[in-house]
């Protein structure tokens, strides 16, 4: 039962960081370009910033509802990869390392979206939707890298996230057989 309330644990609090990330996420790149909120995501969730207190409070807003639900996913996959572990100790000691190398992983994938935006992408130019009064074309490339690649970031953070979850067990099933031995 204890194991259980870890994972369930995991899912919450992945769920508040992945909120605050994308709060302090979306307010970087709103700073990197305002036209990326201004002309894609604000009618993009239907929102008028003058209602909810401002552009840096509806950023603040819709940053958390982009990636809140991330925290689910990535929160789930490793409580329940967690459950390889004997005893809810072993989970508590390795799911916050592993949720560590996610959120570590996320963040070096959007300063690699902002460096591949910024030195190629904004160069060379993009395929996607850009729309036609932009002013700043340039910046508003970057946010968009920046962002796509939070969420490669998320789902890669996953993946190694759980990939040092079965490490850790393969370490300490072969600490128990040394022991007795």
């Not at 989970?91 to 992983?105: C, E, I």
């Not at 920046?146 to 996953?158: A, C, K, P, W």
Request: proline share 2%; aromatic share 18%; glycine share 10%.
């Amino acid at each position: 039962m204890r194991k259980f309330g870890v994972c369930c644990t995991t899912i919450f609090l992945c769920c508040l960081l992945a909120g605050i990330y994308g709060i302090l996420h979306d307010q970087v790149s709103y700073t990197v370009s305002s036209e990326y909120y201004t002309h894609f995501k604000f009618p993009q969730y239907n929102v008028n910033p003058a209602e909810y207190g401002g552009e840096r409070m509806t950023v603040a807003a819709i940053g958390f509802l982009a990636a809140w639900w991330a925290g689910i996913i990535i929160g789930a996959g490793l409580g329940i990869t967690a459950f390889i572990f004997e005893n809810y100790r072993e989970m508590n000691k390795y799911l916050p390392r592993a949720v560590g190398v996610a959120f570590v992983t996320t963040l070096v994938m959007s300063f690699s979206g902002y460096c591949l935006g910024r030195y190629w992408l904004a160069r060379k130019g993009v395929d996607w939707w850009l729309p036609k009064d932009l002013v700043h074309t340039d910046r508003y490339i970057i946010a968009g890298s920046m962002h796509n690649y939070s969420y490669v970031g998320g789902f890669l953070g996953l993946l190694l996230g759980i990939s040092y979850l079965f490490t850790q067990k393969a370490k300490t099933n072969l600490n128990r057989v040394k022991f007795a031995a």
